[in-house]
């Protein structure tokens, strides 16, 4: 059974949180991405809830967690932070992170802090941010794929999204990258509410604000950062890499070269499964972590 709680985090948030299985079980921190929130989890949680204790928040930003609506409340460390603060909040001496989406891309990073709490590393669908940024400037196909990112940074693009209605804003975001028959229409009519609040999709949007991704519009040939091109610090955590390989915004070139930038890699690769893998194959989902983290 799922219980929720509101917690307040030294980070100045607070935060909505999903929580299932035994309290004593393992911790594991399932962290969501874009638009959704604990939600992504929901077919995965009854299969993991036997064994592990899954803490499941709405990122800062989403949902029912607090929603700050300035830009700089978005950067990677503070987000990071938010991760760890939780944890400290909840008393964990050790837990597991798994991230889709955003929660990935923060996920990736978070394992490099070197934190002796956290002891595996699971992601669905983000890419690494050292691949990432290679393919969008190198990879014509990822970069054609990205260009949302520029228009979701776009000032007052919430305003687009409210203009053309969230129906039509879910059935850009899903229907074009999931088989939206595989959720019900209470779970879309949630999802439908928590965009409509006041401030939140301005405060969902701020995550691509404030992240420093150079997405070049296609045919312009730009350089690689100079943080690509120095040595990038391994993940030395266990990692477990799930990809749904049908995924039309983050395409399967971001699998290419994880080998060297993790020292303990494991990748499970979905066909026929979109981006949102977490509820399209959540059968596949919960058993590649349930033999990872176990």
Partial sequence: MTEFRRVGLSTGVTLNVAFAGPEDGPAVILLHGFPESHRTWREVAPRLEDR?????????????????????????DTLIGDIFALADTLGLESFALVGHDWGGAIAWPAALRGDPRLKRLAIVNAPHPVIFQKSVIEDADQRAASQYINAFRTPGFEKVIETMGFETFFEKTFARHADTSKMLESEKQQYLADWSQPGAMHAMLNWYRAGKMIVPPPGITVPLPDWVLKAFPKVELPTLVVWGMNDTALLPIQLQGLEELVDDLHIVRLPGVGHFAPWEAPDDVATALRDFLA
């Fill in 52 to 76: 592990f204790r899954l803490i499941m928040p709405d990122q800062r930003g989403f949902a029912g967690s607090d929603q700050p609506q300035d830009v700089e409340d978005y950067k990677t």
